[in-house]
């Protein structure tokens, strides 16, 4: 027994030196020193050099297929560790999660009934309760496929050894565990793909980078059109693995079941595979109509294959489920929101401000001497700083610009606004200065509950205090745009999005807080919602396949409840 306790140590210290090797010998190369750098790259700011090297990092391609070597699937590991510490914990600060993070969603608010508001279409009616309860019965299939064992699974399914064409239930690195089975009773080839559960298939979903992927359209079985855009890398991976493994199986049960359909089912990272996947699998003619059912998709594609799938995926999302807007792009505008509410500080939080300043500080220098895991461009730290994070250029998409040489009085602190775009927090004496590359920014929400903005704006330049026309119109040409500021594209769940969201009942007094009776309803929402991140208490509990089953069923009762009332109307005005 020592000794086998003694070899299981041995090969984990081995396992972990190895991926210490590949973190240190596969990391970019540092930026060159200050003296070999031009003019221009002198007056240039840290956080611009920061993305210019990751830009530079990111030209080299990333693989788009599930690796073939146990080597080459250590170094893709590696390097998605690696680029998930920069993405998160290497340019979140300790503040801006400690404190940001809470005030943002106290400033923010609850906003579901935005999934419920303009553009957005009601779904109501017998057809609706039908589909909802088809959706529930496929996604019932579907946790059981993912959370038991696959005995009762069949059991459940009511399926038998024989009606089970493939089934791989061992996940990889970007090679998802799923189940092709033959369902007589319904008459389709449904093929169930699991989320991410395991390690690798969590190392699978954060292997997010941007990688070409096209789409071409058959009709008649001749190309009609060609859809280009950008997926997510492991997700097409994994896609393309299973479309290998699973392709010659459904040619030789489409010519014995000429009749039958294909139904591509997952959840999570299931669903973004399988939304995938399907648009590789219409690509042949015997499969053109093969469908999606995407229960709680990632954004896994850019606008425009998003929008060509709508005839043939249905993306369904649960309340508050963050999943489908998380990217990139959101993610980092939703950082500058944070950063901006992090620094707006209450007098309560003084003595966890300081508190926190201090271990950010300290962090950082620890940060900064550990090239082989977060990159030095990452985040640049001002040591005379009390806050460790510039405000971002993404921070003008949620607050409003001030003009240089005004003073706002915001949240009990004065913020001092001059022409070197320098930002002073002056509160009871203390001095705290941030030096931002970008313009700086002061929230229109706080400056205008104070009252000092509107006497500011009597000084500015005409063409300075005036709004800015059709500002909706534009927000959303920006979000369809595929390439962000940063270089980066936005990501957004697939196909046709139906959502559920929890309304509270019309007899609802202003102030009475939450109700137990809330009404749920589901609404066609259109794609741009999801190009931004709304933080909610419940956004992680509710993208859990037991959440959408609870909230189903009540929708369900709902839409009973109004079909029997319109049947009784009805019935009265016959009379």
Same mark, same amino acid.
């Given at each position: 027994?020592?000794?086998?306790?003694?070899?299981?140590?041995?090969?984990?210290?081995?396992?972990?030196?190895?991926?210490?090797?590949?973190?240190?010998?596969?990391?970019?190369?540092?930026?060159?020193?200050?003296?070999?750098? /031009?003019?221009?790259?002198? #007056?240039?700011?840290?956080?611009?050099?920061?993305?210019?090297?990751?830009?530079?990092?990111?030209?080299?391609?990333?693989?788009?297929?599930?690796?073939?070597?146990?080597?080459?699937?250590?170094?893709?590991?590696?390097?998605?560790?690696?680029?998930?510490?920069?993405?998160?914990?290497?340019?979140?600060?300790?503040? /801006?999660?400690?404190?940001?993070?809470?005030? $943002?969603?106290?400033?923010?608010?609850?906003?579901? $009934?935005?999934?419920?508001?303009?553009?957005?279409?009601?779904?109501?009616?017998?057809?609706?309760?039908?589909?909802?309860?088809?959706?529930?019965?496929?996604? @019932?299939?579907? !946790?059981?496929?993912?959370?038991?064992?696959?005995?009762?699974?069949?059991?459940?399914?009511?399926?038998?050894?024989?009606?089970?064409?493939? %089934? @791989?239930?061992?996940?990889?690195?970007?090679?998802?565990?799923?189940?092709?089975?033959?369902?007589?009773?319904?008459?389709?080839?449904?093929?169930?793909?699991?989320?991410?559960?395991?390690?690798?298939?969590?190392?699978?979903?954060?292997?997010?980078?941007?990688?070409?992927?096209?789409?071409?359209?058959?009709?008649?079985?001749?190309?009609?059109?060609?859809?280009?855009?950008?997926?997510?890398?492991?997700?097409?991976? /994994?896609?393309?693995?299973?479309?290998?493994?699973?392709? *010659? %199986?459904?040619?030789?049960?489409?010519?014995?079941? =000429?009749?039958?359909?294909?139904?591509?089912?997952?959840?999570?990272?299931?669903?973004?595979?399988?939304?995938?996947?399907?648009?590789?699998?219409? #690509? %042949?003619?015997?499969?053109?109509?093969?469908?999606?059912?995407?229960?709680?998709?990632?954004?896994?594609?850019?606008?425009?294959?998003?929008?060509?799938?709508?005839?043939?995926?249905?993306?369904?999302?649960?309340?508050?489920?963050?999943?489908?807007?998380?990217?990139?792009?959101?993610?980092?505008?939703?950082?500058?929101?944070?950063?901006?509410?992090? @620094?707006?500080?209450?007098?309560?939080?003084?003595?966890?401000?300081?508190?926190?300043?201090?271990?950010?500080?300290?962090?950082?220098?620890?940060?900064?001497?550990?090239?082989?895991?977060?990159?030095?461009?990452?985040?640049?730290?001002?040591?005379?700083?009390?806050?460790?994070?510039?405000?971002?250029?993404?921070?003008?998409?949620?607050?409003?610009?001030?003009?240089?040489?005004?003073?706002?009085?915001?949240?009990?602190?004065?913020?001092?606004?001059?022409?070197?775009?320098?930002?002073?927090?002056?509160?009871?004496?203390?001095?705290?200065?941030?030096?931002?590359?970008?313009?700086?920014?002061?929230?229109?929400?706080?400056?205008?509950?104070?009252?000092?903005?509107?006497?500011?704006?009597?000084?500015?330049?005409?063409?300075?205090?005036?709004?800015?026309?059709?500002?909706?119109?534009?927000?959303?040409?920006?979000?369809?745009?595929?390439?962000?500021?940063?270089?980066?594209?936005?990501?957004? =769940? *697939?196909?046709?999005?139906?959502? !559920?969201?929890?309304?509270?009942? *019309?007899?609802?007094?202003?102030?009475?807080?939450?109700?137990?009776?809330?009404?749920?309803?589901?609404?066609?929402?259109?794609?741009?919602?999801? /190009?931004?991140?709304?933080?909610?208490?419940? !956004?992680? @509990?509710?993208?859990?396949? =037991?959440?959408?089953?609870?909230? !189903?069923?009540?929708?369900?009762?709902?839409?009973?409840?109004?079909?029997?009332?319109?049947?009784?109307?009805?019935?009265?005005?016959?009379?």
């Amino acid at each position: 027994m020592p000794a086998t306790v003694a070899a299981a140590a041995a090969a984990a210290a081995s396992g972990g030196a190895f991926l210490l090797y590949l973190l240190i010998t596969c990391r970019p190369q540092p930026p060159p020193p200050e003296d070999e750098r /031009g003019a221009e790259g002198d #007056e240039a700011s840290p956080l611009l050099r920061g993305s210019a090297a990751e830009s530079d990092r990111e030209e080299e391609p990333w693989p788009d297929r599930a690796p073939v070597t146990c080597c080459e699937a250590a170094a893709v590991a590696a390097r998605t560790a690696r680029r998930t510490w920069e993405l998160t914990v290497g340019r979140w600060g300790l503040h /801006g999660i400690a404190f940001g993070i809470k005030r $943002h969603m106290k400033r923010q608010g609850n906003l579901q $009934h935005e999934y419920s508001g303009n553009g957005c279409r009601q779904l109501k009616g017998h057809q609706t309760h039908t589909e909802v309860s088809s959706l529930l019965e496929y996604l @019932k299939l579907c !946790m059981f496929f993912s959370k038991k064992s696959f005995s009762a699974f069949l059991k459940f399914g009511g399926y038998k050894q024989e009606d089970i064409l493939i %089934h @791989k239930a061992r996940a990889r690195l970007m090679q998802p565990s799923f189940a092709l089975v033959c369902d007589k009773r319904t008459k389709c080839f449904l093929l169930f793909i699991r989320g991410a559960i395991s390690t690798k298939e969590r190392l699978t979903a954060a292997t997010a980078a941007e990688v070409p992927f096209h789409h071409i359209i058959l009709s008649e079985g001749q190309i009609n059109n060609v859809v280009l855009g950008y997926a997510h890398c492991g997700m097409l991976a /994994g896609a393309r693995w299973i479309a290998r493994l699973a392709i *010659p %199986h459904l040619h030789n049960k489409i010519k014995e079941f =000429p009749g039958y359909q294909i139904k591509v089912i997952g959840h999570s990272m299931g669903a973004g595979i399988g939304s995938i996947l399907t648009y590789i699998l219409r #690509e %042949h003619y015997e499969f053109s109509s093969c469908s999606c059912l995407a229960f709680a998709p990632p954004a896994c594609m850019t606008w425009e294959l998003a929008e060509s799938g709508k005839d043939f995926i249905t993306s369904l999302v649960n309340r508050n489920d963050v999943v489908p807007a998380i990217s990139k792009v959101s993610s980092e505008s939703l950082r500058s929101e944070v950063m901006v509410s992090s @620094k707006l500080d209450d007098p309560q939080d003084r003595f966890h401000h300081n508190l926190f300043t201090s271990i950010n500080q300290r962090v950082a220098f620890f940060k900064s001497h550990m090239l082989s895991v977060s990159h030095s461009s990452g985040k640049i730290q001002d040591h005379d700083s009390c806050i460790s994070e510039p405000l971002l250029k993404d921070a003008a998409d949620v607050v409003q610009p001030a003009a240089n040489g005004h003073s706002i009085d915001c949240s009990g602190q004065q913020v001092v606004v001059t022409s070197e775009e320098r930002v002073t927090l002056v509160n009871n004496g203390d001095v705290t200065c941030v030096k931002s590359a970008v313009s700086v920014l002061v929230s229109q929400e706080d400056s205008d509950s104070n009252g000092a903005l509107d006497t500011d704006q009597a000084s500015l330049p005409p063409n300075e205090g005036k709004e800015v026309p059709n500002q909706d119109s534009a927000e959303k040409d920006k979000q369809k745009e595929p390439i962000s500021a940063s270089g980066s594209r936005q990501f957004f =769940p *697939p196909g046709r999005i139906i959502h !559920m969201v929890a309304l509270p009942p *019309p007899d609802l007094a202003p102030g009475e807080g939450t109700s137990s009776n809330e009404i749920i309803g589901i609404y066609e929402t259109p794609r741009e919602l999801y /190009g931004r991140i709304r933080l909610a208490p419940n !956004m992680i @509990k509710e993208h859990y396949m =037991p959440s959408y089953i609870s909230t !189903m069923e009540s929708l369900l009762e709902q839409l009973q409840k109004d079909d029997d009332d319109n049947t009784v109307c009805t019935t009265s005005n016959d009379l």
